[in-house]
């Protein structure tokens, strides 16, 4: 009896709300294709979600999450590792080894909070803030290199071994994003020279047939951020104009009355996309 019931779960249907460029909506449509799972797709808004999204995620209010037979889990990372538990048998994402296990989860850890902000950091910033957020990717970067280098990714093409595992997916469905601030920003982020096994590692990821599906093209990519670039500065310089100070760029748009109001998809693309690698 309690066999059918795991089954029948497993069976239910998968519903993944999300929007069409986010990085960590990406990580889970990557991860639900990697292991063969049907599901449905719903876009959301982000600057009018929707209000299956706002009921089904009531705490933060962003993509993705992920129904599974009606009921909900948002947080990407979460949801991968979910997926690992419920379907373990359909290409596990994350090793049988116990420490191995935890150490995906610490690098993981590493990527949303040291190494995507840092990025993030160096799209929303010009001069010398930027130049500083550029040296701090270059340090997280040299970090992830050095552990593929000689560290406990050693001798692998993959971080989770000869195929993908949690670590890529996280990493990878981000890492996609430097390409294209290098371009929007003129800044270089990745180079091959300096960080050669990072380097490799991205384009096998970015190679994978399952991640040519999921990841957007280039130019719309391009064109999306020129445009979120363009609004992020405009909105700090009109703060700028009415008064705030140059270090407090995301207070302007409340603080400054003189300013005109921004739009809702300026405060919904800040909030939920801008960091997004």
Same mark, same amino acid.
């Given at each position: 009896?309690?066999?059918?019931?795991?089954?029948?779960?497993?069976?239910?249907?998968?519903?993944?709300?999300?929007?069409?460029?986010?990085?960590?909506?990406? @990580?889970? *449509?990557?991860?639900?294709?990697?292991?063969?799972?049907?599901?449905?797709?719903?876009?959301?808004?982000?600057?009018?979600?929707? #209000? $299956?999204?706002?009921?089904?995620?009531?705490?933060?209010?962003?993509? %993705?999450?992920?129904?599974?037979?009606?009921?909900?889990? %948002?947080?990407?990372?979460?949801? !991968? *590792?979910?997926? #690992?538990?419920?379907?373990?048998?359909?290409?596990?994402?994350?090793?049988?080894?116990?420490?191995?296990?935890?150490?995906?989860?610490?690098?993981?850890?590493?990527?949303?909070?040291? +190494?995507?902000?840092?990025?993030?950091?160096?799209?929303?910033?010009?001069?010398? $803030? *930027?130049?500083?957020?550029? @040296? *701090?990717?270059?340090?997280? !970067?040299?970090?992830? $290199?050095?552990?593929? @280098?000689?560290? /406990?990714?050693?001798?692998?093409?993959?971080?989770?071994?000869?195929?993908?595992?949690?670590? &890529?997916?996280?990493?990878?469905?981000?890492?996609?994003?430097?390409?294209?601030?290098?371009?929007?920003?003129?800044?270089?982020?990745?180079?091959?020279?300096?960080?050669? +096994?990072?380097?490799?590692?991205?384009? =096998?990821?970015?190679? !994978? &047939?399952?991640?040519?599906?999921?990841?957007?093209?280039?130019? @719309?990519?391009?064109?999306? /951020?020129?445009?979120?670039?363009?609004?992020?500065?405009? +909105?700090?310089?009109?703060?700028?104009?009415?008064?705030?100070?140059? #270090?407090?760029?995301?207070?302007?748009?409340? #603080?400054? %009355?003189?300013?005109?109001?921004?739009?809702?998809?300026?405060?919904?693309?800040?909030?939920?996309?801008?960091? =997004?690698?």
């Amino acid at each position: 009896m309690e066999g059918k019931e795991e089954n029948a779960s497993e069976a239910a249907p998968l519903k993944l709300l999300g929007s069409w460029a986010s990085s960590y909506t990406h @990580r889970v *449509q990557l991860a639900l294709r990697l292991k063969g799972l049907e599901f449905e797709y719903a876009e959301e808004d982000l600057a009018n979600k929707s #209000d $299956e999204l706002l009921r089904l995620n009531p705490v933060y209010k962003k993509v %993705p999450v992920l129904v599974h037979g009606g009921r909900a889990l %948002p947080e990407s990372v979460i949801i !991968l *590792q979910y997926l #690992d538990d419920a379907w373990p048998e359909r290409r596990p994402l994350l090793p049988a080894d116990a420490f191995d296990r935890a150490l995906a989860r610490f690098w993981c850890h590493f990527a949303d909070d040291k +190494l995507g902000p840092a990025v993030g950091a160096v799209f929303t910033s010009t001069g010398e $803030e *930027q130049e500083a957020a550029v @040296r *701090q990717v270059h340090e997280n !970067l040299a970090l992830v $290199e050095a552990e593929l @280098r000689e560290g /406990a990714f050693k001798g692998r093409r993959f971080f989770g071994g000869d195929e993908v595992g949690l670590l &890529d997916v996280v990493l990878g469905c981000g890492s996609y994003w430097l390409a294209v601030f290098e371009e929007v920003t003129g800044v270089r982020l990745v180079d091959a020279d300096a960080f050669p +096994l990072f380097h490799a590692w991205l384009r =096998d990821f970015e190679a !994978l &047939d399952e991640v040519r599906e999921t990841i957007p093209a280039v130019d @719309r990519l391009l064109e999306y /951020a020129r445009g979120v670039r363009h609004m992020l500065l405009g +909105l700090a310089g009109a703060g700028g104009a009415g008064g705030a100070g140059a #270090d407090a760029p995301s207070s302007t748009a409340a #603080d400054a %009355p003189t300013a005109s109001p921004p739009p809702a998809a300026a405060t919904a693309t800040a909030a939920d996309i801008a960091v =997004d690698i």
